[in-house]
């Protein structure tokens, strides 16, 4: 234990305060695999001092974790039932069904001219992934408490895991979606390329609405409650099973600052050809979504140091 | 070569206790509540009182070098699982730092991370993922882990259908395989067979000559004593004492098994209590005895309790909690339940001597602590002595087994047995 050591030691946490050197452990970050097998073990500060910064690299440094989370959700899912990953398939099926039979059917929304089925299926494909995802992410912390007390790892893992595992089911539907244009004639279109894109616009919504609720629901299990109200209210007010012509002139601004109504439009401009969202509307909306989401991350990362204790 | 792998300077963790409003939550007050929905959030926004903050971990400071194995004992609710929290960062220190070199691997429950749906085999990769094992290291050691929790037939079987032995064991393989260069570990010796506990011991001390840093909560003295050379002593909070472990482990034994079956507070103003109630003398005796004789199992124990009742007309009553040596409560007992006096009536202010008669052959060998509560109204407690007595009882023997050492279990009551033969038993006494 002699003086040079010690000062060794603070040194070393020093250049993790600073976080500027690269080669450190940088954000504190446990300096997990290949780094930690090296001779000098970085050294994670705890308490005053340690870093406060976002910690993208330390996100990066548990991606696996990231990976075996994701897979453990969709594992989980399917387990013990008897049709099993059929489910993946028939989901987006028999929703499409039910929405034909009482809106297309019965009360005969109006579908731009297309048949009611693969209107509302082109629709319902982001929708589902968005709710699922958000929810999901709004139940994480909850959910994954008995993990989060015994281990740390950067908490942020966790709805991202949540919102990550949807897209696997969100590619099972679309395969379905293929298959139903093929069976209504819809010739594919150059401009389904751009689906990645309305795709992260989705992902980056369910990931700050799931951040925002997980935050909250630490503290307030209100947020269960209201979760699953929220998403209602917010399908009703997309495009999911009408078209987004039918909201007046006057209200048509406001509607489109929900980035879903973006994202609808756009898949249904992607696949069937109709209107393609824009305007200031549209970008305004994607605005709000970038904000929501940084807002979101910054509050998430912000309570998750203590989380332990409020949960 | 001896450097610093933890060092630890001036940490404290606060928590805010006081729940009781908030456990009311699911009384009748049901429907009031559903009226007033912000009732809980002004309560929690409400700045806590310095009666409901309590200190798990108050300005400890200590130094570790790297490939030590250190003990940490105390009493529960010491502080030792909050301080392997900090270090693991669980959860944020309130003030103070801790530098810790190196990867942390915590083993603070085993089984962590197990989802019952996937396979032995799944969840041995997702369990090492989430102790912060790669998949590729993980793959290296699979075969190592799966020996050694013996589990080889069932890697294909959902674990909800593992006994919990074999959960547990495949839950310590896993962990046990971690590589890091700081480990922490919280009483998990605590679970599973005699057996599985000595390879986990044994697997501990493999850790530790490669020249990692343990960290090792126990209650087991023994455990401490074999694998540790240096011991933590954390007394509510803070650091009570800290050196070579048959020292401390010596000094540790010493304060709590010194007997304490008397005390007395001749002078109400430096008595325990409150301005409610204040205690003046208890003790521990035999029955027809004195305190300073032996306790045995066979005979029946008397608990005298004498206190000043300061409110007139309070209805207060008596509660003894009894506790073995592991600290677990073996069982509780309250002067209503079969005293008149203060059972529902108010009592006038005045002293008061209160006894309990523990029956012969109801209490099992060994050392035991008794917690003192006054509770008012039937369920508020307005003060509570947490050591009042603590003494040992000895088995003499009246018993048969007693020569076998002590028999586990909280209590070792005398029951009533019966054998009656039904067929063929009366032709032998015949």
Redesign the interface.
């Known amino acids: 234990?002699?003086a040079s050591?010690?000062r060794?030691?603070?040194e070393?946490?020093g250049a993790c305060v600073a976080a500027a050197p690269p080669a450190g452990g940088g954000a504190g970050g446990?300096?997990?695999?290949r780094a930690?097998s090296q001779a000098a073990?970085?050294?994670?500060?705890?308490?005053?001092?340690?870093s406060r910064g976002f910690g993208f690299r330390e996100i990066w440094e548990y991606r696996?974790?990231l990976?075996?989370l994701t897979?453990?959700e969709i594992?989980?899912v399917y387990?013990?039932t008897a049709l099993g990953m059929t489910w993946v398939f028939l989901r987006p099926l028999l929703n499409v069904l039910v929405l034909s039979v009482v809106f297309g059917k019965i009360v005969r929304v109006p579908s731009e001219g297309m048949p009611y089925p693969l209107f509302a299926l082109v629709a319902l494909l982001p929708w589902s992934y968005f709710s699922g995802a958000a929810a999901r992410g709004a139940r994480s912390l909850v959910d994954n408490m008995?993990?989060?007390?015994?281990?740390?790892?950067p908490r942020i893992v966790i709805p991202l895991a949540g919102t990550v595992s949807g897209l696997v089911d969100f590619a099972a539907s679309f395969l379905v979606l293929l298959a139903a244009m093929q069976f209504y004639r819809m010739p594919a279109r150059i401009e389904m390329l751009w689906l990645p894109l309305f795709l992260a616009i989705a992902f980056c919504l369910a990931l700050a609405i799931g951040l925002w609720l997980a935050t909250l629901s630490v503290?307030y299990r209100d947020v269960s409650f209201a979760v699953t109200f929220v998403l209602q209210a917010l399908m009703y007010a997309s495009p999911v099973i009408y078209p987004a012509a039918m909201v007046p002139e006057r209200w048509q601004f406001l509607y489109s600052l929900n980035p879903m109504v973006g994202v609808i439009q756009g898949f249904r401009w992607m696949l069937l050809g109709q209107n393609a969202p824009g305007g200031a509307a549209f970008a305004a909306s994607l605005a709000l979504c970038l904000a929501a989401l940084a807002g979101g991350a910054y509050v998430f990362r912000r309570t998750e140091?203590?989380v332990?204790?409020l949960l | 070569m001896?450097?610093?792998a933890i060092?630890v300077q001036g940490?404290g963790k606060r928590?805010r206790i006081g729940r009781a409003r908030r456990e009311a939550r699911n009384h009748p007050s049901f429907f009031r509540r559903a009226l007033s929905p912000f009732g809980y959030l002004m309560e929690?926004m409400r700045r806590p009182r310095p009666d409901e903050i309590l200190w798990a971990i108050r300005d400890v400071s200590f130094?570790i070098?790297r490939g030590a194995v250190v003990g940490i004992i105390g009493r529960n609710g010491a502080g030792k699982s909050t301080l392997l929290?900090?270090?693991?960062?669980?959860?944020?220190?309130t003030?103070?730092?801790?530098?810790?070199?190196?990867?942390?691997g915590?083993l603070?429950?085993v089984g962590?991370?197990f989802?019952p749906?996937?396979t032995g085999r799944?969840n041995i990769?997702?369990s090492g993922?989430?102790?912060?094992m790669?998949?590729k290291e993980i793959a290296r050691k699979f075969d190592e882990i799966v020996a050694f929790a013996g589990v080889e037939k069932f890697l294909e079987t959902?674990v909800k259908r593992y006994s919990s032995g074999m959960y547990v064991r495949l839950a310590f393989a896993v962990a046990a395989h971690l590589e890091p260069?700081v480990l922490l570990v919280d009483e998990v010796l605590a679970v599973g067979d005699a057996a599985f506990q000595k390879k986990c011991l044994g697997r501990m001390t493999d850790v530790a000559s490669e020249g990692r840093t343990v960290l090792f909560v126990s209650h087991n003295m023994i455990a401490v004593q074999n694998l540790c050379a240096r011991v933590l002593w954390l007394h509510e909070g803070r650091l009570h004492a800290d050196g070579p472990a048959a020292d401390v482990l010596n000094r540790y034994l010493a304060a709590a098994f010194c007997a304490r079956r008397e005390q007395h507070w001749p002078d109400p103003q430096g008595a325990p209590g409150n301005d409610i109630v204040r205690l003046r003398r208890v003790c521990i005796r035999p029955e027809g005895g004195t305190p300073a004789d032996p306790l045995s199992t066979s005979v029946p124990l008397i608990v005298e309790v004498e206190f000043w009742n300061l409110r007139a007309g309070a209805r207060l009553h008596l509660c003894l909690h009894v506790l073995t040596e592991q600290q677990a409560v073996a069982f509780t007992t309250g002067s209503n339940e079969s005293d008149a006096l203060t059972r529902d009536n108010p009592l006038p202010e005045g002293l008061y001597r209160s006894s309990c008669r523990i029956p012969a052959d109801l209490l099992n060998s060994g050392v035991h602590r008794i917690v003192l509560l006054f509770l008012i109204n039937g369920l508020k407690i307005v003060f509570r002595h947490e050591e009042a007595l603590l003494f040992e009882v000895l088995e003499t023997g009246g018993r048969p087994g007693a020569w076998y050492g002590k028999e586990p279990g909280a209590v070792h009551p005398k029951l009533e047995w019966e054998t009656l033969p039904l067929i063929g038993g009366t032709a032998a006494s015949a």
Do not use: N
């Open positions: 234990m002699s050591t010690l060794d030691i603070d070393a946490a446990a300096g997990r695999g930690a073990p970085p050294t994670v500060v705890i308490g005053e001092g340690a696996e974790l990976w075996f897979w453990r594992q989980g387990r013990q008995h993990l989060i007390s015994k281990v740390y790892f503290k140091r203590s332990v204790d | 001896s450097d610093i060092r940490l928590y929690a130094e070098e929290r900090l270090l693991s960062r669980i959860t944020e220190p003030c103070g730092r801790a530098l810790v070199r190196g990867r942390v915590s603070l429950e962590t991370g989802h749906e996937l799944e990769f997702l993922a989430i102790l912060g790669r998949r959902p260069e």
